[in-house]
């Protein structure tokens, strides 16, 4: 599924560069492979339903081809944002493990890493998640959704509720506790209430 993936990807990018119907050699050329694997994989793909191919003219991508490219690369920038806006990885290797995982993940696990980078992404034209770091948070009640493992031990895991206090300052079963800017931002919450 991976290397259909990766054919799907690359027709919509010269779809959209190209604004024209892709060739063979498009093809060949952009993913670096011959010409006699572009049109064996070709005639695969219009198989499935992902493209309308006519030899020696070109092939489009049908509906559900676009809709899989689309999601794909969805993904490879979800990826990406959480690699190098939160993870600190420089952008050479964020791209290179985002083009890793974008063929094995699914929705769920998108979802989650959405959850975390909501707060600096503007991939989707509306997103569901209303998120950010506890460094942002204003006083108020906020469910914990993600979180590094170490703050367990103060009560603070995702599925958690904590009650902002002050910057830095949450209220944790019924004790504040104080956190530091380092721990305070990789900590990505809901607000629930203002209470």
């Known amino acids: 599924m991976e290397r259909i993936e990766e054919y799907l990807e690359a027709m919509l990018d010269i779809q959209k560069e190209k ?5 063979t050699s498009d093809l060949a050329k952009k993913l670096n492979v011959k ?7 070709l005639l695969k793909l219009s ?6 191919y006519q030899p020696y003219y070109g092939a489009v991508l049908t509906e559900k081809g676009r809709e899989l490219a689309e999601r794909i690369k969805r993904y490879h920038r979800i990826f ?3 690699f190098k806006d939160f993870l600190g990885i420089d952008e ?3 791209h290179r493990l985002s083009c890793e995982l974008e063929h094995h993940v699914n929705d769920e696990i998108v979802q989650k890493v959405c959850r975390i980078i909501a707060s600096k ?6 997103c569901n998640f209303k998120v950010f770091s506890l460094t942002e948070a204003e006083k108020g009640v906020y469910e914990i959704l993600a979180c590094p493992s170490a703050v367990k031990l103060l009560g603070i895991e995702p ?7 002050d910057k830095g300052v949450v209220e944790v079963k019924g004790e504040e506790i104080c956190l530091s ?3 305070a931002e990789k900590i990505i919450v809901r607000r629930i209430s203002q209470g």
Not at 35 to 41: G, K
Not at 47 to 52: A, R, T
Not at 159 to 165: D, E, F, L
């Open 19 to 23: 604004g024209r119907v892709v060739k």
């Open 80 to 82: 990406e944002i959480f």
């Open 181 to 183: 800017q380092t721990i």
């Open 121 to 126: 992404c503007d991939i989707c034209k509306e």
């Open 159 to 165: 599925g958690s509720t904590v009650r902002v206090v």
């Open 35 to 41: 010409p006699s694997s572009v049109t064996e994989m």
């Open 92 to 94: 050479k290797e964020a």
């Open 47 to 52: 198989k499935k339903g992902y493209i309308e």
